[in-house]
C-alpha cells in the first residue's frame, strides 16, 4: 500500500497528491510516468510523475477529476493508502545539449510541462513558459512555473487571467521577434500539440511533443498506446511518451483518443444514478 502524504486542491477539478513511494522516487525522471490502482478491484491508469523528492521518499502526481477511478482517488484523504503505484515508467525527456528552451503547456497538461521546466532550469538552460487555461479558475502552480522559467507568459480562452487567446499566439510572437530556441516542448491536448508544432514548423525549431493516449498495462504489451510516428508504429508507454512532434500522426492520435467516449460517458452517467440511488 502506498501512503497519501499530502493533498492538495488546485482547482475545482484538479488535485496534486504526494504519494510514499520511495523507490520511484529515488529514480523517477522528468517526463516518466506512473501506473496506479486506487483499489484491489479498480482499473489501471497512467499519471505522469509531477516530480520526486528523495529527502521524503515522495511522488507527486497531479490529475483531473474526470472519471470512475479518478474520482475514487479524489475521494483519498491524507493518511489513507492507495494499492498499487508503479515505476517509474517511459523515457525520460532527453536534455543533453539544449541550453534555450520554450515550454509550451495546456491545461491539466501543465502539471506535466512544470517538472520538464524545473528540470532544465536545474541544468542552467534558459526556459521560457507558455501555458494556457480556459478561465481564471483552471489557472494552476503559476508559482512554480514563475519560480523556473526565466520568462512565463499565461494566457486564458476567456481574457480572464493573463492574456486572451491561445498558446500558439505568443509563441509565434516570440520566435518572430527573435528568439533563438534550441528546442520546443508542447504538453497538453493532443489538438493543442498538433497546432504547435504547425505555428514552430516554418521557423525550423526542433519540437518534442507528450503524448498520452489510451494505455493499459504501461510496458509495450498490450498495443493500447500505439501511434504513428514517422510512418512506423510506435508504443508511447516504452517508446515515449516523447516524441518528434514533426513526425506524430496527430489526427490518427485524435481519433483513437475518442474511441471509448460513448463508452466512458455512459459509465459515468451510470456511476451517478447508482450513487444517487444509494444516498436516497
Not at 541544468?123 to 494552476?140: M, P
Not at 493532443?190 to 498520452?212: A, D, H, L, Q, R
Request: contains cysteine; negative net charge; proline residues 4%.
Amino acid at each position: 500500500m502506498y501512503k497519501i502524504i499530502k493533498k492538495r486542491v488546485l482547482n475545482p477539478t484538479v488535485t496534486m497528491m504526494d504519494i510514499y513511494a520511495p523507490l520511484i522516487a529515488n529514480k523517477g525522471r522528468a517526463g516518466q510516468f506512473i501506473i496506479l490502482r486506487v483499489d484491489d478491484d479498480g482499473e489501471r491508469i497512467p499519471l505522469t510523475i509531477a516530480g520526486c523528492d528523495k529527502s521524503t521518499g515522495t511522488v507527486k502526481i497531479i490529475f483531473q477529476v474526470v472519471g470512475a477511478t479518478t474520482m475514487a482517488l479524489n475521494a483519498k484523504a491524507e493518511g489513507e493508502s492507495i494499492c498499487d503505484f508503479v515505476g517509474p515508467l517511459g523515457c525520460p525527456t532527453k536534455t543533453d545539449g539544449i541550453k534555450r528552451v520554450c515550454i509550451v503547456g495546456g491545461g491539466v497538461g501543465c502539471a506535466i510541462a512544470l517538472p520538464v521546466a524545473q528540470e532544465f532550469a536545474s541544468l542552467g538552460a534558459e526556459v521560457h513558459s507558455v501555458v494556457g487555461f480556459r478561465n481564471k479558475d483552471l489557472v494552476i502552480l503559476e508559482e512554480e512555473f514563475n519560480a523556473c522559467s526565466d520568462k512565463l507568459i499565461i494566457v486564458t480562452d476567456d481574457g480572464s487571467y493573463g492574456r486572451q487567446g491561445v498558446v500558439t499566439a505568443p509563441l509565434k510572437e516570440l520566435l518572430e521577434s527573435g528568439e533563438q530556441y534550441d528546442e520546443v516542448i508542447a504538453i497538453g491536448p493532443v489538438i493543442m500539440m498538433k497546432f504547435v508544432v504547425e505555428t514552430v514548423k516554418p521557423f525550423g525549431v526542433p519540437v518534442t511533443v507528450s503524448m498520452n493516449p489510451i494505455m493499459i498495462d504501461g510496458t509495450g504489451m498490450c498495443g493500447g498506446c500505439r501511434l504513428t510516428v514517422g510512418g512506423k508504429t510506435k508504443f508511447a508507454c516504452v517508446d515515449g511518451p516523447d516524441f518528434n512532434g514533426y513526425e506524430v500522426d496527430f489526427d490518427e492520435a485524435m481519433e483513437r483518443s475518442t474511441m471509448y467516449a460513448d463508452f466512458e460517458r455512459r459509465e459515468r452517467e451510470e456511476g451517478c444514478n447508482l450513487f444517487k440511488k444509494e444516498m436516497k
